[in-house]
């Protein structure tokens, strides 16, 4: 199975700040990832997919990019709403796996 | 509003069987594949299972196999799990969610429901 490994595992951060979340395929992905929001006692929801493409409906500020390995989800202009839990998810192929998540706190 | 609702979780004991159930509504439920996914207290998130639009292609965690089945219905909108010999480790929230269609043959995750908590406690 493809192992998906997120750095760091947690950061601090302020609202207006510029956070960027690694993601490291264990092998080529192409641009198979997405990115998902997790806020405490409920569900995750998708944010990017095909590594780039913003899902509808979320706010510009968040992005991603890369392909290959190497993937990165940057939130600009941090909002009080975006302090969650982040997870990358390959879909290349079965099985899809989540990286270890990436808590973003308040500083 | 597109929705998938999850039911049938609970408390069993280990070696037992629970039956999950997912109904969808407000799309074509039968265009699109489903999954299940599920999170223990405090950790992150696990796969579980995937069935096709038609049921053709299933697919399951190493860690489920032989133990877990998705099947579906259609006809009703409904998704399932059924979960027998059930192990501590298989406490979780379990959650529904739809794939995308954008023609691949794995896609993201974009419809999820609000998850139904299954316990398995002596």
């Known amino acids: 199975a493809i192992q998906m490994t997120q750095s760091p595992s947690s950061l601090s951060a302020s609202v207006g700040d510029t956070v960027t979340i690694t993601c490291r395929a264990s092998q080529d992905i192409r641009n198979d990832l997405g990115w998902y929001q997790q806020k405490p006692g409920k569900a995750p929801k998708l944010l990017i997919y095909?590594?780039?493409s913003l899902q509808t409906g979320v706010p510009s500020r968040f992005s991603g990019s890369g392909s290959g390995t190497d993937f990165s989800l940057t939130i600009s202009r941090l909002q009080p709403e975006d302090f969650a839990t982040y997870y990358c998810q390959h879909d290349y192929d079965y099985p899809p796996t989540f990286g270890q998540g990436t808590k973003v706190e308040f500083k | 509003e597109v929705q998938l609702v999850e039911s049938g979780g609970g408390l069993v004991k280990p070696g037992g069987s629970l039956r999950l159930s997912c109904a969808a509504s407000?799309?074509?439920?039968?265009?699109?594949?489903m999954n299940w996914v599920r999170q223990a207290p405090g950790k992150g998130l696990e796969w579980v299972s995937s069935i096709s639009s038609s049921s053709n292609n299933i697919y399951y965690a190493d860690s489920v196999k032989g133990r877990f089945t998705i099947s579906r219905d259609n006809a009703k909108n409904s998704v399932f799990l059924q979960m027998n010999s059930l192990r501590v480790e298989d406490t979780a929230v379990y959650y529904c969610t739809r794939e995308a269609i954008r023609g691949g043959r794995l896609d993201a995750f974009d419809i999820w429901g609000q998850g139904t908590m299954v316990t398995v406690s002596s």
């Open positions: 407000q799309f074509t439920f039968s265009s699109y594949n």
């Open positions: 095909g590594a780039s």
